[in-house]
Each structure stands twice: as C-alpha cells, then as structure tokens.
C-alpha cells in the first residue's frame, strides 16, 4: 500500500507530488492478487505558479467501456475525456491533464513495450500545454514515474525523492 504522498525529481529541475488522495484512490486497484485485473486511468493536477514543480491531485478511476486484464489495459478515452473537461471548466483552467497511470501486477513496475509505443503515441496526438505527459505505474510494493517529452519523443524515468529532501 502507497499512503505518504511521493515527490519524483522533475528533468527540468521541479518536482511532480502525487498526493496521498491520490493514492489511497489507486491503492484500490493493487493487483495483489491472481485474478486483479490491470486499472488505469488519467492524471490530474496543477502547475504550481512561480516555479517547475506540478501536483497530481486527482485521477480518473477505471471506467465502464476501459478494457481490463491481467496483464493489459486500455483507457478508452471519451468518458475520461469529459472528467478532464469537466474539472478543467469548473476550476478556470487550473485542473489540467498530466498523463496517465495503470497497474502492474509486479512489485516494482516496468513499462512493457506496448506501454512506450502507448506513451509515445499519447505525446504525439494529446492536445496539453506544457512540454511534458507523466505516465505512472503502480506496483504491488512500488510506484514509478516516467516523464515524456512532447518534442523529442524521450521518455526518461523519475527519480523519487524523499519529503523531507524535496520540500
């Protein structure tokens, strides 16, 4: 179980926290046993004014039409869509999209070949302001994170940092 908020050291010299809302909400979705199927969906959050740094503190949970697995998930993207448009509108423009997030049913997760060419196809064709997506996987002892550039199509994985480094 993830409950403490962790901070990942950004390329760019900021920091991304993921809140503890959001991982009591991905906790529930663990693959901790055999016959848990993978879950995902989209990352939430805001760029903090001032700095590099960016907050996830929200996710879409696995809808009705998502495709779910043992070893493969795919977000079908219309009912996630209107969550991201829908907090977008209702916060002024602060809540934005940063990128996805899924289960693995290992503990420390690594991103399979179809999860780079998904990434890479989502740095290609999502419409987002900033120059980077997020794409986290969470394991059964372990989350990471991976930073996409929306230019060079690189995809490079974060490094957590602790609280008490970060802040």
Known sequence: MHNEALIFQKSDGGKIKIDTYVLRKI????????????????????????????????????????????????????????????????????????????THPEAVPAPSYVDIKEWKKLLRTSIFDYDYLYFMIAGTEKIRVWEGNKYTMEIRQLNEISILDGE
């Open 27 to 102: 906790n529930k979705y663990l693959q901790t046993e055999q016959n848990n199927c993978e879950a995902g969906g989209v990352l939430l959050g805001r760029y903090i004014i001032d700095s590099n740094d960016i907050v996830v503190d929200d996710v879409t949970m696995p809808m009705k039409n998502d495709i779910r697995r043992r070893f493969f998930f795919l977000r079908r993207k219309s009912l996630h869509q209107e969550v991201v448009t829908k907090r977008w509108l209702e916060s002024n423009g602060t809540c934005n999209y940063l990128g996805e997030w899924h």
